[in-house]
């Protein structure tokens, strides 16, 4: 039997709508949605792997040895089933390398793959930086229609970068209101802010106030949302604060969230995209053991490990952690006042890789953008 | 793919294109993946590299062999995949090697058995290599052949180190492309074989089998298929399991010591089974990789063979029942080092435990690649001129 696939480059997945801010919204709605009734499958003996991470040691005596030599170096695979209207294996793998940018590369490149659920076959091969960054800004816009006020004003995005990017495009289709948007980068001049700066001003004319935060404390005071997407070594992370946050704000984590006042969040409601993800890499860090390999003690730093250590510490019940899927599915409540303080932990699954891929793959068929590559006519060996 | 090379020389390239190259099944063979002696030698390699420690895969203890998809033994959802006891299954296999390979990369497949029925192999494989530095992508290839090459010459490695050498009759459990692979690297190891046995389930298999081999290797002088597992391993010199089960052990093919000839080598490239009490009694234990089995232990805890269906799980049961110790494991790239000895009687029989890892993809991954670059194969593709958001 003859295998053909379909390969998508970047350009292509810009064509097929991979920047679609309410298509793509509207799809980790879904995603949610499927993920409650449990029609999905993750990798690992739980099914509940957020991916396979492959890191590289500090030091190594071997010449050329990849070392880990700065934020976020690792590789990463992601394989996952999703059922529902999408019904499609696949995978998303990805290197990263902050050195990337000294190349004018971004720091992650990433390929999805979509393959048949009966058969293993290829169906799409496809850049996935565009999707990537979409699904996982999309993750807390969506969140957000449930768990934010709606007349949010004031939106701050810690870590200005490419998830922020499409972070910001997907919040401003859900908070209408949105007039004024904090920035913070690695410093006042960074780069990166100027380039989000400039992004906004030509794209958001609703927003009057553009504000460049110089500490992470004035972009977490006086606001509504705050969105964290920031990649940080160990070393430079700093420590989020509560007090920092007025009555109402939602906090959305994606990144990196370093905090050690962990019964500061009980007064919070506390929301994650799976509880078991973060319960495996609570298992993985105690696993590893209290210091690192240069004796360092190891910080945990994701929002959802604090929520599973107040639960295993038992300051709090299993049930205080809502999964989001809960709230899309009406079995649990999102924002019940305009006073509570908000705080989701998004670590993001393959599975939201692989519906919004396969919603830019059907788009791209109907167009017919795309190459198509054979992997055989005929298997060589059956 | 060259821009690391440019900035280790100080320069920063300005051009940001990304390209990479599609390799076919047919430009695979072009490529030579089926060139059983190199692929070998690039084994070897490969077992050195894992016992100097000059690789990485996934995982905690960076010996994950990947991660894997299971599907449930039943579902709510009608379209949800069952797992019906036939090895279905998705899986992710990344890697860095290092050595003369000195890149990274990841295999991706899906397994199922019906996919016999509709003209397709069981399970339909590609790998992605990649480099080490930016993670940009380098080749995307067809890997059905690449898997079933490197998975037999693993063996082939083992086999050159522990076999008699004048070996001549060899077993294979499994007539299937596993079967094939590592019967050819037995075939390139040991010049002596002059019959060749093969068990299975299936009659047209099995003659189809018979037929494969009795044309691709003319030099021998008895093919034939035997229906039990005694007969199989009776007057063997080497018996590679290469047949497929699922997850529980007291289905695979058992072996009695009884059985085995003295000096055999009994490769379990899948699963097989004997008494913990008569294989420690009468046989010496090797691994690919020792780390391998570790991490299978920690991934599946004990008991972790039948979760893990391959032999060295069941070596590595043994040794936390007390009935062997750790270092009673041999790894193949200490023999190899010297660092422990191999064969020291003609007599010694060896149970040679073949768990299979993403840097045996990736070896050979590049080295096929690097010959398709030099022979002009394969489809050009472009990821990218300029990335979008950056």
Request: proline letters at 20%; a negative charge.
């Given at each position: 039997m003859k295998i053909d696939f379909r390969y998508l480059n970047e350009e292509d997945m810009i064509k097929a709508g991979v920047l679609d801010a309410s298509r793509c919204i509207e799809t980790m709605q879904e995603t949610m949605a499927l993920f409650g009734k449990k029609d999905f499958l993750l990798g690992g003996p739980n099914a509940d792997e957020h991916g396979l991470q492959m890191n590289f040691p500090a030091a190594s005596d071997i010449k050329d040895f990849p070392l880990?030599?700065?934020?976020?170096?690792r590789f990463m695979a992601m394989p996952a089933y999703i059922g529902g209207k999408y019904h499609i294996a696949g995978q998303k793998y990805y290197g990263s390398n902050s050195h990337n940018a000294e190349l004018g590369l971004p720091r992650s490149i990433l390929m999805v793959t979509l393959s048949d659920v009966d058969t293993g076959a290829p169906i799409a091969y496809m850049s996935a930086n565009l999707l990537s960054a979409m699904r996982t800004g999309a993750m807390p816009a969506m969140a957000a229609k449930y768990l934010a006020n709606p007349d949010a004003r004031v939106l701050s995005l810690i870590g200005p970068g490419v998830i922020n990017k499409c972070a910001l495009m997907c919040y401003m289709k859900v908070l209408p209101k949105i007039d004024t948007i904090k920035l913070k980068g690695s410093t006042v001049t960074s780069k990166t802010a100027l380039h989000m700066k400039q992004f906004i001003e030509e794209n958001y004319p609703q927003v009057k106030n553009i504000i460049i935060c110089s500490t992470l404390e004035e972009a977490c005071r006086d606001t509504d949302v705050v969105s964290e997407a920031m990649s940080v070594t160990k070393q430079d992370m700093e420590e989020f604060k509560m007090k920092w946050f007025r009555k109402g704000t939602t906090v959305f984590s994606m990144g990196t969230y370093f905090s050690k006042e962990y019964e500061q969040f009980l007064n919070t409601k506390m929301v994650v995209d799976n509880y078991g993800m973060y319960e495996k890499y609570m298992r993985n860090f105690i696993a590893r053991g209290?210091?690192?390999?240069?004796?360092r003690k190891r910080e945990w730093c994701i929002m959802g490990m604090h929520f599973v250590h107040l639960v295993n510490t038992k300051q709090t019940a299993r049930e205080t952690v809502i999964n989001l899927s809960d709230i899309v599915n009406g079995s649990a409540e999102g924002r019940t006042s305009p006073e509570e303080i908000v705080m989701c932990g998004i670590g993001g699954m393959p599975l939201e890789d692989l519906s919004w891929g396969y919603e830019c793959y059907q788009k791209a068929k109907e167009l017919g953008i795309g190459t198509e590559l054979n992997l055989w006519n005929e298997p060589y060996m059956k | 793919m060259v821009l690391s090379l440019f900035v280790r020389g100080g320069f920063i390239m300005s051009n940001q294109a990304i390209d990479f190259l599609f390799l076919s099944e047919e430009d695979m063979i072009q490529a030579g993946v089926k060139d059983m002696p190199a692929c070998i030698e690039a084994m070897e390699e490969v077992i050195k590299c894992l016992n100097a420690g000059d690789y990485v895969m996934g995982g905690e203890n960076h010996n994950s062999h990947g991660s894997q998809v299971s599907f449930p033994k039943v579902s709510p959802f009608p379209n949800m995949p069952k797992d019906e006891g036939d090895d279905r299954r998705f899986m992710a296999m990344p890697a860095y090697i290092g050595g003369p390979f000195d890149l990274m990369g990841m295999k991706w497949y899906g397994s199922n058995m019906a996919n016999k029925e509709k003209g397709l192999p069981r399970s339909i494989l590609t790998v992605m290599l990649n480099d080490k530095d930016t993670g940009a992508p380098l080749c995307l290839m067809s890997a059905n052949l690449l898997s079933a090459y490197r998975t037999g010459a693993i063996p082939g490695v083992g086999i050159k180190y522990l076999?008699?050498?004048?070996?001549a009759v060899c077993g294979i459990c499994g007539p299937g492309v596993m079967g094939k692979t590592s019967l050819a690297a037995i075939l390139a190891t040991c010049p002596n074989i002059t019959t060749v046995k093969v068990k299975g389930r299936g009659k047209a298999s099995l003659d189809a089998f018979v037929a494969y081999v009795k044309e691709a290797y003319p030099q021998l002088t008895e093919v034939r298929a035997v229906d039990t597992v005694e007969e199989l391993v009776r007057d063997c010199d080497i018996v590679s399991f290469a047949n497929s089960g699922g997850t529980d052990p007291s289905t695979y093919p058992f072996v009695k010591s009884e059985w085995i000839k003295p000096g055999a080598v009994l490769v379990g490239l899948s699963c097989f089974d004997m008494d913990s009490i008569d294989m420690r009694n009468h046989c010496t234990l090797v691994v690919d990789n020792l780390q391998l089995y570790e991490a299978w232990e920690e991934e599946?805890?004990?008991?972790s063979f039948g979760a893990n269906n391959i032999i060295g799980s069941k070596f590595t049961d043994m040794a936390h029942d007390g009935i062997i110790k750790k270092s009673d494991i041999y790894d193949l790239g200490d023999i190899i080092y010297g660092k422990k000895p191999g064969?020291?009687?003609?007599e010694q029989i060896f149970v040679y435990s073949v768990g299979g890892m993403p840097v045996e993809d990736v070896a050979w991954g590049k080295i096929c690649y690097e010959n398709a670059k030099r022979l002009g194969l394969g489809t050009k593709l472009r990821l990218w001129n300029h990335p979008d958001m950056c």
């Open positions: 880990d030599d700065g934020p976020d170096r209290p210091v690192d390999e240069l004796g | 076999a008699n050498p004048d070996a599946f805890p004990y008991p064969r020291i009687s003609k």
